[in-house]
């Protein structure tokens, strides 16, 4: 997809949901510094007692660009430990098709960064689902897609790896491909430092990309699923085959600032 993904209207911050008691045999991948140095943990989230409003802002209104899709913050939901981005028909809004996003504005915007995000996505055409950092300034391009799926099948066999850059409406891209079954669980992520991207799929660097291209202003974590705008080839609206929820599934949230040449370390929020 090309555009801007975040919405028209500011994100909403909403309070904060009632807690919710973590499942202690859940199993995650443990949050870990990086040995070569470098990488400093500032932030996780495993969303064991819901929502916070200090940390994730909602998405409210109509993604730029796609006039199909619509979120709104009753679409953003936690439940036993998971985060859900739901995709659905929604009669509050006439019936049609709703989603979820949320963003790491309100707690972590950086200049360079480690992500690791582990998630997982139900089937469905018409329904893209994206991990991805934007520019804390609100402007694009930039913006760096680290996991992207826009629905253009039902499968969710592979994800999109996307550099955008230009100035707008000049939307360049540099674009990886990665394969998988992501309607099971993976952990994606992105390693940004300045003039490189290294794309990662459970722990491995998949793909890596240097340009002088790459983004070196503060950027936000953005998690999202939005429905798409029939007659658009590569973000299709949804049709007979997609079901009627489609829901994006994220259980661990991961970030790390970039402090070359001091000792790795944790400091979580």
């Known amino acids: 997809m090309t555009g801007s993904r975040r919405p028209a209207m500011a994100a909403i911050l909403v309070a ?5 008691a973590a499942l202690a045999a859940r199993s995650m991948t443990p949050a870990t510094a990086d040995p070569g140095g470098g990488w400093q943990r500032v932030f996780v989230d495993d969303f064991g007692h819901g929502l916070s409003s200090a940390r994730w802002g ?5 993604p730029q660009g796609d006039p ?3 979120w709104d913050p009753s679409h953003v939901v936690v439940r036993r430990g998971v985060l859900r981005l739901e995709t659905y028909r929604d009669p509050r809004f006439g019936n049609r098709w ?3 996003g949320v963003s790491s504005g309100p707690a972590l915007q950086q200049r360079y960064g480690k992500y ?3 998630f997982r996505v139900d089937a469905g055409k018409g329904v893209a689902a994206v ?7 609100n402007h694009w391009p930039p913006e760096i897609d680290f996991a992207e799926h826009g629905g253009e099948n039902r499968q969710r066999n592979h994800m999109a790896a996307t550099l955008h850059y230009g100035v707008r409406p000049d939307d360049r891209q540099t674009q990886r491909i990665v ?10 992520g992105v390693e940004w430092t300045p003039g490189e991207l290294a794309y990662t799929l459970d722990g491995r660097r998949w793909a890596v990309v240097s340009s002088p291209d790459v983004p070196s202003e503060p950027m936000e974590l953005d998690m999202q699923t939005q429905a798409g705008t ?3 080839r590569y973000a299709p609206c949804p049709d007979a085959s997609t079901p009627a929820r489609v829901t994006m599934q994220i259980d661990r949230v991961v970030a790390y600032a970039w402090r070359p040449g001091q000792a790795a370390r944790d400091h979580p929020r």
């Not at 909602?58 to 109509?62: E, I, M, N, P, T």
């Open 16 to 20: 904060v949901l009632a807690a919710l």
């Open 68 to 70: 199909g899709g619509w």
């Open 179 to 188: 394969k998988a079954d992501f309607t099971r669980w993976h952990t994606m």
């Open 230 to 232: 029939c007659g658009d």
């Open 58 to 62: 909602r998405y409210s209104g109509q």
């Open 116 to 118: 690791e995000v582990r």
């Open 131 to 137: 991990l991805l950092l934007f520019p804390s300034a």
């Open 98 to 100: 709703v989603s979820g």
